[in-house]
């Protein structure tokens, strides 16, 4: 059974940092490629980031450019994400999901139809 959990998520300031992880198992984690995807209240899911299973191809949607660094540790079955001077723009429910193909293929990358596996999410509210 795949289990996809996601953690660090929580309640910051602008300005702010914080890192996300997310670890699965009941996969071969390093078969997948890994992505982060975000959803606000009445807003569609997006895709963030993605990184394929090699950590080869890195791609961000343009709004975290800079902000955002998508990393993963095979041995350990877990990808991150770090994030740096949050914005009350950034406050939203963070998924973690998982992709047999293996690979980030813009603009694929971003449909969520591409993915296998799912967390439940993790909640980041940055106040101004």
């Known amino acids: 059974q795949v289990q996809v959990v996601e953690s660090g998520g929580g309640w910051v300031q602008a300005g702010a940092s914080l890192r996300l992880s997310c670890t699965a198992s009941?996969?071969?984690?390093?078969?997948?490629?890994m992505a982060w995807f975000r959803q606000a209240p009445g807003k569609e899911r997006e895709g963030v980031a993605c990184?394929?299973?090699?950590?080869?191809?890195?791609y961000y949607v343009d709004s975290v450019k800079g902000r955002f660094t998508v990393s993963r540790d095979n041995a350990k079955n877990t990808l991150y994400l770090q994030m740096n001077s949050l914005t009350p723009e950034d406050t939203a429910m963070y998924y973690c999901?998982?992709?047999?193909?293996?690979?980030?293929?813009?603009?694929?990358?971003?449909?969520?139809?591409?993915?296998?596996?799912w967390g439940q999410g993790t909640q980041v509210t940055v106040s101004s």
């Open positions: 990184i394929t299973w090699n950590s080869i191809d890195i």
């Open positions: 009941g996969l071969t984690f390093e078969d997948y490629a």
């Open positions: 999901a998982a992709s047999a193909y293996g690979h980030c293929s813009p603009p694929s990358w971003r449909a969520r139809s591409n993915y296998n596996y």
